[in-house]
């Protein structure tokens, strides 16, 4: 019998629990189907733990977390902690993670299935055939930098927080997306601020000097300002982009309306060594909680990157990827990506949708 591979599953707040329990499913199916011995863990992570531990990151879920090959994440946070110090957020579980995994590389592919088209906030033309990956540098970056905080000052409150980037992190980054950008189009832009901030004045020089290792990957720059306007102008003129924390995290909420919704854009976070934490790109809509509304595609996408990045299973995740088609193109679809003007679309919920990905799945071994 072949070595387990160690899972972890972290359901998280809202409707977390509900999309990662369809995409559950998904990955045993498909592991089975690949020959792949899992063995998959709970645990808990955000607000939920805040309740039960006092904490959003729990010691004993961080130590299964170090032990785990893959980790699969629903969402984290909502209203019932808001209220909370920034340090005591939810958000800070996922933060946690992040940090303590070294998960400094984060892959958002914005990926219109076909059948979605009509979706997009985009005119159909702009979008058919859209595919790009957004490579995010993950664990630097304001959202880490210190100093940060509220003081007073001459008897005023002051926000602070430092952009902060070292010449290896964005040199190991960049290298992510030049090798990525080699097996797809050959093309990488390298959005930053140079002209304002100093801080991406060097992401722009070590990028440039990490490029000249990559003759073969055609190499661009482009502020942030920019990016941000090309993707909703002419998206398809973009193949690999690579970029720091905070504009990352900006960029690829926008690349996701491109693919129709929040509800379809999977994402990775991946370490040195292959190990790496998977999770939807969207938050976790407590109002949809319970409700068996909220759309299971973003993680059941990811659960696809699971296997094509740290399982070494790419036709695992060519079969995740190809059933999502399937189903999209007979006319299913969750709330979110249903459009009026179609009325031969049938309108599903969680579970539905993720029995009709398992169904794909056996029909098509």
Not at 184 to 193: A, I, N, P, Q, T
Request: glycine share 10%; charged share 25%.
């Amino acid at each position: 019998m072949s070595e387990k591979i160690e899972i972890l599953v972290l359901p998280g707040d809202g409707i977390g629990a509900e999309i990662v329990a369809v995409a559950e499913q998904v990955m045993i199916q498909v592991a089975d189907r690949e020959g792949l011995s899992l063995a998959v863990d709970h645990a808990m992570v955000g607000g939920g733990a805040i309740d039960a531990h006092g904490t959003p990151l729990p010691e004993e879920t961080l130590e299964k977390a170090r032990n785990a090959r893959a980790l699969l994440l629903g969402a984290v946070g909502g209203p019932k902690w808001d209220d909370l110090a920034t340090l005591e957020r939810p958000e800070r579980g996922l933060l946690g993670l992040r940090s303590e995994l070294e998960l400094f590389a984060n892959l958002r592919p914005a990926l219109l299935f076909a059948p979605l088209a009509t979706a997009s906030s985009l005119k159909e033309e702009l979008v058919t055939g859209l595919d790009i990956l957004i490579v995010r540098e993950l664990t630097g970056g304001i959202y880490f930098g210190e100093p940060r905080g509220v003081r007073i000052v001459d008897n005023e409150r002051v926000g602070i927080n430092s952009y902060v980037y070292k010449e290896h992190e964005i040199d190991r980054i960049a290298r992510v997306a030049f090798e990525l950008a080699q097996k797809r189009g050959g093309r990488l832009c390298s959005v930053d601020k140079a002209n304002v901030l100093e801080v991406t004045q060097l992401w722009r020089e070590v990028v440039t000097e990490v490029g000249r290792d990559y003759p073969d990957v055609e190499l661009s720059h482009m502020y942030v300002d920019n990016a941000g306007m090309q993707l909703v102008r002419a998206p398809k003129q973009f193949d690999v982009l690579v970029t720091g924390n905070l504009f990352g995290d900006i960029l690829s909420d926008v690349a996701a309306m491109l693919t129709g919704s929040l509800g379809m854009l999977p994402s990775a976070s991946l370490a040195g060594d292959g190990r790496g934490l998977f999770e939807p790109v969207h938050g976790s809509a407590p109002d949809l909680a319970g409700r068996d509304l909220a759309n299971p595609l973003a993680t059941i996408l990811s659960v696809a990157m699971m296997f094509r990045y740290s399982l070494d299973a790419p036709k695992g995740a060519d079969a995740i990827e190809t059933a999502v088609d399937r189903v999209l193109d007979a006319g299913y679809r969750t709330a979110d990506i249903i459009v009026a003007t179609e009325p031969e679309l049938r309108l599903v919920g969680t579970r539905e949708m993720g029995d009709l990905i398992a169904a794909e799945l056996e029909a098509k071994p």
